[in-house]
């Protein structure tokens, strides 16, 4: 039995949950509503405050489903409830961030300007010009987004410059060194 997936879904007050036929799970609270459709062969129970999943059989493949569809599912009620963030940070001389009503002005070192902008899935805050915070409901979507503005300039190992997660650790390189004749 997979421990993840026997682990039951505490669905916490305010939070209601939605599940149709074919496994299309809509779940609504406090922050927003969201839907996915999980896996037609799993079976999803709704009782007493909270979801069970279970799997039809021992197969392999429902073995690694089991799991993945209760997280998927408790990422949904975590969303709609608390909300998902990623911080990330900016090294580097010259290299920082401003925000300007819905739209985040990433200066890298570039010839131009990176601009991104807040849409209904997430939203981007600068509290200071070498931090950005990826905020929404949807934690693929955060992800995604702070993986997207990661990528805009990758911290490089000898410097340290470039912009990183918050709890990312860089492994540093050291430099040339001269040669001796």
């Known amino acids: 039995m997979s421990r993840i997936g026997r682990m039951p879904i505490a669905i916490p007050a305010g939070?209601?949950?939605n599940i149709a036929n074919d496994n299309t799970v809509t779940v609504k609270g406090p922050k927003g509503t969201l839907t996915r459709t999980?896996?037609?062969?799993m079976i999803i129970k709704q009782e007493e405050g909270q979801v069970i999943i279970e799997r039809p059989t021992e197969s392999k493949e429902h073995k690694s489903l089991h799991g993945l569809t209760r997280t998927l599912f408790a990422n949904m009620v975590t969303g709609v409830t608390d909300g998902f963030q990623k911080t990330l940070q900016i090294n580097g001389v010259g290299y920082r961030c401003?925000?300007?009503?819905?739209k985040l002005t990433l200066t890298?070192?570039?010839?131009?300007?990176?601009e991104f902008e807040d849409t209904d899935d997430y939203t981007l805050e600068a509290p200071d010009p070498n931090t950005i915070i990826v905020?929404?409901?949807n934690n693929q979507i955060v992800g995604q987004i702070a993986a997207v503005i990661r990528e805009q300039r990758p911290p490089e190992p000898y410097k340290g410059?470039?912009?990183?997660?918050?709890?990312?650790?860089i492994r540093r390189k050291e430099g040339k060194?001269?040669?001796k004749k």
Not at 98 to 102: F, L, M, T
Not at 161 to 169: L, Q, T, W
């Open 15 to 17: 939070v209601e949950i």
């Open 38 to 41: 999980l896996h037609a062969d």
């Open 98 to 102: 401003q925000k300007q009503g819905k």
């Open 108 to 114: 890298l070192g570039y010839s131009h300007p990176i």
């Open 135 to 137: 905020k929404g409901i």
């Open 161 to 169: 410059k470039g912009i990183k997660y918050a709890e990312e650790v």
């Open 177 to 179: 060194t001269g040669s």
